[in-house]
């Protein structure tokens, strides 16, 4: 979905009017000084569009001063926005923040909207003319406490957000296979990219209907073109150090979203961190494709291989059935490996099982291997299919809920007897009492 951003100082009312927005799905947390907030976007819908808000959290006021902090963190999410909601304080008027804020957003040339905030009564009304001065067009009066020109705010937010012809996250069909190469800073990703691009580089396109930059990238890799999504995020260097990660995790986020198959990162150089099994959670719940790729192997000694080895077994249990692939983005060692890994994925998230075959299996399965009696009742699976891939997706019919545990159990065999590595695996059910 198209991404609109919400920008401000803290205290102007951004997160009341990000929670009159999302209404109450999820309630945004107030900015609190030092802390990075897990969420960097949030699901929105308005007339029956959907878009995703993107919030500006984790402000950090810090010998910068805030001045500049505010500017840089908001620069960050205009980058990654469609459009921009820049909210004031409708009563105190445009501080020298703001004034920094709007200069920025001049140089950016995304569609903005003004909101003047905490217009809580009519005789508020005044405070806004001033902002027009801004010259940043019509100033919107809200209060995102009373809920009350949010609707008029959305409204022509909506006009300037892309219509995307696809839903929910899906990829078109066809053309090159859509690559997202994600992990945490430093792994070596641009470094990788510039080793597989060799020569070959093409940029792509503008994004049809949307406003983004071209971010894109062909590149040639086991004789076949792919295209690597969000280039441009990866090669821009990561200048600004505090709200980093917040925008690297948003980033990741896009990236998923646009692409069939994700390459996930890893360098053997340090331990397996939370970001990094972060990054792998990102990945599994956005359905696509992936291959893991262990970057930097050359610095590899065999101390290292051997913890690395512990940390892949304690913190990617869970994605063991993704295919592996060691690298050196260095030296290019075992790049053409990377071409294979992918097709193979892509094959796997492809993969429609017959439903004569899948029914097979699932007899054989239930004859070894009944469903444990629960209350003297014993839920049984009555018919199975596959109605959709990318990701395989099966759907159970049953005389009642499965346990937890016995779910895992029949994904587990169906890795066992079909192969599916490198794709994520849902299974359904419904029931029928
Ligand atoms: P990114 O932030 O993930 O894009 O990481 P970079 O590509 O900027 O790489 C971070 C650092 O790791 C740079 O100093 C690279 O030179 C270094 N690096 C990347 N890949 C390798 C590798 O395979 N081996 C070694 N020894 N260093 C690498």
Request: charged share 25%.
């Amino acid at each position: 979905p198209p991404v609109l951003a919400i920008i401000g100082r803290p205290n102007v009312g951004k997160s009341t009017l990000l929670n009159r927005i999302i209404q109450s799905r999820e309630a945004v947390v107030e900015d609190v000084p030092g802390v990075t907030r897990d969420r960097v976007s949030y699901p929105a819908e308005w007339n029956g569009r959907d878009f995703t808000l993107v919030d500006t959290g984790g402000w950090e006021a810090d010998a910068k001063g805030l001045h500049k902090r505010v500017a840089e963190q908001a620069e960050l999410a205009v980058d990654e926005a469609d459009a921009v909601v820049f909210v004031l304080d409708g009563l105190v008027g445009a501080t020298a923040v703001d004034e920094a804020v709007v200069k920025m957003l001049r140089r950016k040339k995304k569609p903005v909207l003004l909101v003047a905030n905490k217009i809580d009564s009519n005789a508020h009304m005044s405070e806004v003319y001033p902002l027009w001065n801004l010259g940043m067009g019509e100033p919107f009066p809200v209060s995102a406490l009373h809920g009350t020109g949010t609707g008029d705010l959305l409204d022509a937010a909506l006009k300037h957000l892309p219509k995307t012809a696809q839903h929910g996250g899906m990829v078109p069909l066809g053309g090159p296979r859509r690559v997202a190469l994600v992990g945490r800073p430093n792994v070596g990703k641009s470094s990788l990219l510039n080793k597989l691009a060799g020569a070959d580089r093409v940029v792509v396109d503008k994004v049809a209907g949307t406003t983004r930059d071209p971010v894109d990238e062909l590149i040639q890799l086991g004789g076949e073109e792919w295209t690597f999504v969000d280039t441009a995020g990866i090669r821009r260097r990561q200048h600004m150090a505090s709200g980093s990660e917040y925008y690297a995790m948003l980033r990741t986020q896009r990236a998923l979203e646009r692409a069939e198959v994700a390459v996930i990162l890893l360098s053997v150089e340090e331990p397996v961190s939370e970001q990094d099994v972060r990054i792998v959670q990102m990945a599994l719940d956005s359905g696509r494709a992936v291959v893991l790729a262990f970057n930097k192997w050359d610095l590899l000694d065999d101390e290292r291989r051997y913890y690395l080895e512990r940390e892949i077994e304690r913190d990617l249990a869970h994605i063991a059935w993704a295919p592996r692939v060691n690298v050196s983005a260095l030296t290019g060692w075992h790049k053409d490996r990377l071409a294979p890994a992918l097709q193979r994925s892509l094959q796997n998230w492809e993969q429609r099982i017959p439903t004569g075959r899948f029914n097979a299996f699932l007899g054989e399965l239930v004859a070894a291997h009944p469903h444990p009696v629960r209350g003297g009742k014993q839920p049984r699976i009555l018919f199975g299919t596959q109605p959709s891939t990318r990701p395989p997706t099966f759907v159970l019919f049953t005389t009642g809920f499965l346990d937890p545990g016995y779910r895992r159990f029949i994904i587990r065999r169906l890795r066992e007897t079909f192969d599916f590595s490198g794709t994520p695996i849902q299974v359904q059910m419904r029931v029928r009492e």
